[in-house]
């Protein structure tokens, strides 16, 4: 299974990115995915998570108003729009998959991508 992140990059503070992540390889149907981050000196971050239908959603607080999860249409793209981003939210980001169940508790998340760093200017 892999799974691949684009759309990181440097930006300044109030701006917009989109991440995006595919994933590959897997027979399991039915699948979570989600975002996490981690900064240095900071523990990882699970800051969003969609089930396969997308009809159940997780974000944590900070990021509530200001970052969107979707899936795409074949289901096996994620994406993470960022709005109005802070220097706060400067981390690499790292997009998983619950490939055993549909659940999106952040201890079932177990396979990874490789990470795309985003970084915002103040």
């Known amino acids: 299974v892999q799974l691949v992140e684009s759309g990181g990059g440097l930006v300044q503070a109030g701006d917009s990115l989109r991440l995006s992540c595919t994933v590959s390889?897997?027979?399991?149907?039915?699948?979570?995915m989600g975002w996490f981050r981690q900064s240095p000196g900071r523990e990882r971050e699970y800051v969003a998570g969609?089930?396969?239908?997308?009809?159940?959603?997780y974000y944590t607080d900070s990021v509530k108003g200001r970052f969107t999860i979707s899936r795409g249409g074949a289901k096996n793209m994620v994406y993470l729009q960022m709005n109005s981003l802070k220097p706060e939210d400067t981390a690499v980001y790292y997009c998983?998959?619950?490939?055993?169940?549909?659940?999106?508790?952040?201890?079932?998340?177990?396979?990874w991508g490789q990470g795309t760093q985003v970084t915002v200017s103040s």
């Open positions: 998983a998959a619950n490939l055993q169940r549909g659940t999106l508790q952040e201890g079932d998340f177990a396979s």
């Open positions: 390889g897997s027979t399991f149907v039915g699948y979570s």
């Open positions: 969609i089930n396969y239908r997308g009809d159940r959603i």
